[in-house]
């Protein structure tokens, strides 16, 4: 299925737009202890459900239906949204959340759509795993598997190809900035 100008688009735009976010939040940010503490409550959970997602997905070989795409068909999306939010609370700057909130209903929606019209193209199954789990937020119970699907576990080898570990080295690095910026901004007087 062929992709629209606009879905191409927000495809090439949104790695070099999260970039752009990032330095706009890394210069606008006034992180407490207290913020960045609290902020573990969402980023944390986020980096979780993305790794155990990667564990999870075969992507483009086959529509994942068990673990975290029992609960929601898009885990990392769900995931990613968390850690970001986290991260805005923690900025203590409530343009950041509204922009982030902005930015992920103009990216991510458009991509999640083409993501599935790609899924409906390929699998013959995926409107029937559409109608028992929802796109983003999760069920409270696992849907049950299709007849004949098992569950593979997690597996770690998925991970490391995914490279989700990535994730967290970036937030342990999004932390370790935000506090050297703040030792900097108390000790140097600037606000």
């Given at each position: 299925?062929?992709?629209?100008?606009?879905?191409?688009?927000?495809?090439?735009?949104?790695?070099?737009?999260?970039?752009?976010?990032?330095?706009?939040?890394?210069?606008?940010?006034?992180?407490?202890?207290?913020?960045?503490?609290?902020s573990l409550?969402?980023?944390?959970p986020g980096l979780w459900l993305r790794g155990y997602a990667a564990g999870?997905?075969?992507?483009?070989?086959?529509l994942t239906q068990t673990g975290p795409y029992a609960y929601t068909r898009n885990p990392l999306y769900l995931g990613s949204v968390m850690a970001a939010f986290g991260f805005a609370f923690a900025s203590r700057r409530w343009?950041?959340?509204?922009?982030?909130?902005?930015?992920?209903?103009?990216?991510?929606?458009?991509?999640?759509?083409?993501?599935?019209?790609f899924l409906r193209g390929h699998f013959a199954d995926f409107d029937e795993y559409a109608s028992r789990v929802p796109r983003l937020l999760p069920r409270f119970t696992p849907a049950p598997a299709p007849a004949g699907q098992t569950s593979a576990g997690f597996d770690a080898e998925r991970y490391k190809k995914h490279r989700e570990y990535n994730s967290v080295m970036g937030a342990a690095g999004i932390y370790a900035t935000l506090l050297v910026l703040m030792w900097v901004r108390a000790h140097w007087g600037m606000q």
């Open positions: 299925m062929e992709m629209g100008k606009g879905e191409r688009l927000v495809r090439r735009i949104r790695v070099p737009l999260g970039f752009v976010f990032a330095a706009l939040f890394l210069w606008l940010a006034r992180p407490s202890f207290l913020s960045l503490a609290l409550l969402l980023v944390v999870y997905v075969k992507k483009n070989a086959e343009e950041l959340v509204v922009l982030l909130a902005l930015l992920f209903v103009v990216i991510y929606g458009p991509v999640i759509l083409s993501e599935e019209r």
